[in-house]
Each structure stands twice: as structure tokens, then as C-alpha cells.
């Protein structure tokens, strides 16, 4: 291991905000209308935790699905499908 204080683990690119993950599921799910948001699905389990000499009751949250759900409204994180993923060949010839 090098001395550059780095950690072994090391992302595989850029994470990606909720917009750019958001435009990606609807490339994915081939959607080419529509306002989206991402969706977060959490699954929370409860219990004692901590070392056996002192547990205490707690909490654990974990995602367990991510996907998309329809907006009526745009907001930060909105996605536009018709801009993220248009429709192959939907431009009209123009007459010249």
C-alpha cells in the first residue's frame, strides 16, 4: 500500500447525483415522456445494538430499491424524459 494516506477502496468513476442517476433510469426503463423522480425505497430493521455489555435499543436503515416515479411538477432533481432520452427519429422533415 502506498504512503499517499489513500484508501484502498476507490469509487469506479464520479458518483452520480439523484438528477444524473434519475437520467439514467429512464434511459434504462426506455421512458421518452414525462417528469420523473427518483425513488428511494429504505427497509429499517430494529433491535438491540451495540457490544453485548451495553446494548441499547436501535435502528438500521438500508436502501433496498432504487427506481423512478412520476411528478406533476419539475423540481431540482426532476428529470425530463423528452430531454435525457428523445425519441429516435421524431423530427419532421422541414420542406425546402
Known sequence: MSSDNKSPIQPVAEPLSIH???AVL???????E????????FQIGVGPVGP??????GAMIGVSRIGL??????????VD????????GSRKKSDK
Open 52 to 57: 453485548k455489555e451495553s446494548l441499547t435499543p
Open 69 to 78: 416515479m412520476t411528478s406533476t411538477e419539475a423540481g431540482p432533481a426532476t
Open 26 to 32: 429512464v434511459r434504462h426503463y426506455g421512458i421518452h
Open 34 to 41: 414525462g417528469l420523473y423522480n427518483v425513488l428511494v425505497e
Open 20 to 22: 444524473e442517476l434519475g
Open 81 to 88: 424524459a423528452s430531454e435525457v432520452n428523445p425519441k429516435k
